[in-house]
């Protein structure tokens, strides 16, 4: 496991500091290894006192560190004072490592962390800096008023850093602009509205540091880093009664549950196939879908690439279900989603008139689309037609339907497709409703 060397303050309310720092590189899959310059009393609301751990600690944790454990990467977050700056730059001039600088100096409350002067020396020896928009003028002196300004910035601190990024999240500028001594590269900012920001600059370079370390490669480490903060932010966790955290596990347990969805639908298909289904399905033949409890796109949905398709009374299908495997039940599920997010798991099946009637008899929740009603716009936009149509069904309902169906048009066969929380509970429904077709 490759190792990240954090030199950063601590935040008691968990948020930013090396609690951030600790949570991103574990998350990302590096050991962390750290270094406490400071300890901060701090709520979401403010700082309360700041503690800078004397010099001495700072250099004895360097040595306990140095003199006995690898690693391969250098952090550098909140450092307080100048005595501290220097015990670090002495131990960076030497240390022959990648060093990512954070140069901190406010925290998001607006509480002063580190002297804003200190940084310049640092700077140098640096391999990346990344300095918000108020970081960055400090550094230079200059004001930033528009992104022409941000361009010449971070070529003014791309004159002495190696490397640098200068994030405008905080600003108006909707870009980060990374500077690597010889290009430009402009990033826009997909602007999340939330509160829950705590975090997000120190969890950015520390991830940009993992990345790095496990690709060897900057600009690469800035993408997935930006993708990383991005996820972190959008799953924010609210905290207190001001400025609540990023989530750094996020993007993980989004990945986690990609396994799991997987395998549910395996075995979900074996005991569909059991219930010798073949009669039931449409003669478009079917799908079965498990998206991601926050799906966004059809990246975020698994299904069966080639469909499940019937042979007599049995089913068959030629793939495994993999993500973006389903793109017609996949977006039926998608938008059933925006209505009633609860809903993960979608099928088709085979429309027969005294089957719809048996199951409204039988209490569940059924929805309707007419295929006849469909806007000659959407029509004739591929793969719309679903969407319109179950977003249609959707907005008549108060609660998650277990059905919905169409009586199709011309050349559209008519379909009832079954919803559920997930593939136990769509294999739950057609047990009930298989009887009603025979
Ligand atoms: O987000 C910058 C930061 C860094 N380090 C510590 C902090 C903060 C923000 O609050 O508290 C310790």
């Known amino acids: 496991m490759k190792r990240v060397l954090i030199i950063a303050g601590s935040d008691s309310s968990g948020g930013a500091g090396i609690q951030a720092d600790i949570k991103t590189a574990s998350a990302i899959g590096l050991y962390p290894l750290t270094v406490i310059t400071a300890v901060t009393s701090q709520n979401t609301k403010g700082v309360h006192r700041v503690h800078f751990v004397p010099e001495q600690d700072i250099k004895a ?3 306990a560190i140095t003199d006995d454990i690898e690693f391969n990467v250098v952090k550098i977050g909140m450092l307080g004072d100048r005595a501290i700056a220097k015990v670090v730059l002495d131990f960076i001039k030497k240390c022959n490592k990648q060093v990512i600088l954070d140069p901190v100096m406010y925290a998001q409350s607006g509480g002063k962390l580190s002297e804003e002067n200190i940084f310049k020396d640092l700077i140098k020896y640096c391999s990346l800096v990344t ?4 970081e960055a003028q400090k550094i230079t002196g200059k004001k930033i008023n528009s992104l ?3 361009r010449t910035t971070a070529k003014e601190i791309g004159k002495i850093a190696k490397r640098v990024l200068v994030k405008g999240g905080d600003s108006d500028i909707d870009y980060d602009i990374y500077y690597d001594g010889k290009d430009i590269y402009e990033f826009k900012i997909d602007r999340i509205s939330t509160q829950n920001t705590h975090g997000t600059g120190c969890s950015l370079a520390t991830a940009i540091a993992g990345y790095f370390a496990l690709t060897g490669d900057y600009l690469e480490a800035i993408k997935k880093a930006r993708e990383f903060v991005y996820y972190s932010l959008k799953n924010g966790i609210p905290l207190g009664s001001r400025f609540g955290t990023v989530d750094q596990f996020a993007l993980l347990r989004k990945d986690a549950q990609r396994y799991l969805c997987i395998k549910e639908l395996i075995s979900a298909y074996e005991q569909l196939k059991n219930l010798k289904i073949g009669k039931i399905l449409p003669e478009v033949q079917s799908n079965l879908v498990y998206s991601l409890s926050d ?5 975020d949905v698994a299904g069966f690439n080639g469909r499940i398709i019937s042979v007599g009374d049995d089913i068959f299908t030629p793939s495994f279900p993999v993500f973006g495997g389903s793109k017609h039940i996949g ?6 989603k925006r209505f009633f997010p609860q809903l993960n798991s979608a099928m088709a099946l ?3 008139k005294a089957v719809i009637e048996k199951i409204k008899k039988s209490g569940f929740v059924v929805g309707f689309f007419d295929r006849k009603k469909e806007p000659k716009e959407i029509r004739e936009k591929e793969g719309s037609s679903l969407d319109w149509g179950v977003t249609t069904a959707c907005r008549k309902l108060k609660n998650p339907p277990d059905f919905i169906y169409d009586e199709g048009s011309v050349g559209k066969e008519p379909v009832i497709r079954l919803f559920g929380k997930n593939p136990s ?3 739950e429904k057609i047990r009930k409703v298989k009887e009603f077709y025979f």
């Open 61 to 63: 944790q360097l040595d």
């Open 131 to 134: 300095p918000n928009y108020m």
């Open 148 to 150: 022409k300004d941000f």
């Open 295 to 299: 799906a966004e796109d059809l990246s």
């Open 331 to 336: 977006r039926v599920i998608l938008s059933a």
């Open 350 to 352: 085979r429309y027969e």
């Open 425 to 427: 509970d769509i294999i």
